[in-house]
């Protein structure tokens, strides 16, 4: 007889056989822009200025994935073979964090959403398949891309195995330099991996040229695996945040969630996610924020992004684009400017210098607010987290780990019992070099208000940003 709790949230016993709850899995995608009060700027054509119509994106993306970005429908089916998919680890837990409530000695009730069993380790999977399905429907024999951490090439190179695509990612240099089994992860799943900039793209080789010891950037990436994606009819590019259809496929985090969180008859008072290109922020946010529009519930909603590259809270809301090249449409986000490249932070995942559009329009509608918080003090709420539940977090959400403790201590002086939810987006198994230098003392901050450097870098780089017409 199985003994209770040993098994994954989403198996059950009958007989000798595990089966899968693929009942308990959201059906459907959530789109959260034709319930906002204002629609969001629409994306340009980098050359004309004109608003992108769909198919300028044909060169680049899937057909049914551009039709998503468009897409006005409230909610999207989700294809029976990606839900298949998806019940290898879908639906996650959503865990109440005891240990850590009596360490704080807080009345507050924290809960976390763990996306950290996928096969990735992460949230991204839960985009990446799709995104490979749809492709391999269409007949794209291969797809490329970038990756900051590592865990979006990780689940992309997971995703195209199931359907037998080619796979190529170019990983942002400070991360492949950091993070080798990623890449291993990447080549076991088949995939292909080059570190960025590289010498293999005309964008590559120019960075390379003025910097040649480039630590890489999230935007210099994308140039590159655009770059190659265009040059071939049958390569298409994925994109692992920022965009709506990678936001939109990223609710089944936020549509479990609130199911698993009416069972246990709680609801949120605060809910805490970091922020790097939005996505695993907005997957669960995003139905939150259709309950609170529809006056059911009244959550603070906080995003938490790293002091080194703080586009919410110290960039500006403009059109720019979402790569260091130019070669992407304009979008309006907030942005540190397409030239920033962000000093070699261990939550590689955040270097990105925008905002995602959606979640930067809904941040200045007003529906949720923003803060940053230095690494140091990350990788401390970290070792908390670690040492009281058991899970060693990744370190990009050591970010929502440090808010929640901040909060956490303010009830305790206060008295409030709230409950707090937080994203829980992925493990560190393969980050232990960051944690290894916070245990040695040697992992500094990097600060905008700290660093005249970072200061002057972003100043630089916004002065570049295209002057876009009105």
């Known amino acids: 007889m199985a003994r209770r709790g040993l098994l994954p949230s989403h198996c059950s016993w009958a007989g000798n056989k595990i089966h899968s709850r693929t009942d308990e899995i959201p059906r459907q995608w959530y789109n959260i822009v034709p319930d906002l009060p204002a629609r969001p700027p629409p994306p340009l054509h980098p050359k004309t200025f004109k608003p ?13 994935l551009i039709m998503q970005e468009v897409s006005d429908e409230r909610f999207i089916d989700i294809p029976d073979e990606v839900i298949d998919i998806y019940s290898l680890w879908r639906p996650t837990p959503l865990i109440r964090a005891r240990r850590l409530e009596k360490l704080l000695d807080t009345p507050a009730r924290i809960y976390y959403k763990y996306e950290g069993n996928s096969p990735a ?20 024999r291969r797809v490329v891309t970038e990756t900051g951490a590592g865990q979006w090439g990780c689940s992309l190179a997971f995703a195209s195995s199931l359907f037998g695509l080619d796979c190529e990612v170019w990983q942002v240099r400070a991360s492949y330099d950091q993070k080798p089994y990623r890449k ?32 890489g950037s999230l935007g210099i990436a ?10 071939r009819s049958d390569t298409k590019y994925c994109l692992g945040s920022v965009l709506n259809h990678v936001l939109l496929h990223q609710t089944v ?44 519930i009244n959550p603070v909603i906080r995003a938490v992004e790293p002091t080194a590259c703080p586009s919410l809270t110290r960039g500006i809301y403009a059109y720019d684009f979402g790569d260091t090249a130019g070669m992407t449409p304009l979008m309006k986000m907030h942005t540190l400017g397409h030239d920033f490249i962000p000093d070699p932070i261990h939550a590689g995942g955040l270097r990105y210098h925008g905002m995602a559009p959606l979640l930067s329009h809904i941040y200045e509608l007003g529906f949720m607010e923003a803060l940053a918080i230095p690494q140091t003090e990350c990788f401390e709420a970290a070792l908390s987290f670690a040492r009281t539940q058991g899970v060693i977090p990744a370190p990009e959400p050591t970010h929502a780990i440090a808010a929640v403790i901040r909060e956490a201590k303010l009830c305790r002086e206060s008295g409030e019992s709230k409950v707090i939810l937080m994203a829980m987006c992925g493990h560190g198994h393969f980050d232990l070099t960051s944690y290894d230098k916070y245990l040695q003392g ?9 660093s005249l450097e970072i200061q002057e870098k972003v100043r630089s780089s916004l002065s570049s940003i295209p002057q876009v017409p009105r």
């Open 52 to 64: 992108l119509v769909p198919g300028d994106l044909s060169p680049l993306l899937a057909r049914e």
């Open 253 to 296: 985090i936020g549509e479990e969630c609130l199911k698993q969180l009416e069972e246990m008859g709680e609801t949120p008072d605060v809910i805490i996610g970091c922020t790097g290109g939005g996505s695993n922020f907005a997957g669960l946010t995003f139905p939150f924020i259709r309950e609170k529009m529809e006056g059911k």
């Open 442 to 450: 040697t992992l500094k901050d990097l600060t905008f208000d700290g």
């Open 222 to 231: 994308i140039s590159e695996a655009v770059e190659v994606a265009t040059a």
């Open 184 to 215: 291993l992860m990447m080549e076991t799943w088949g995939a292909k991996v080059h570190h960025s900039p590289s010498i293999l793209t005309e964008a590559g080789r120019k960075i390379l040229s003025q910097d040649p010891s480039s630590p």
């Open 121 to 140: 380790g992460s949230h991204k999977p839960n985009s990446a398949v799709p995104q490979a399905w749809y492709n391999a429907q269409e007949g794209i």
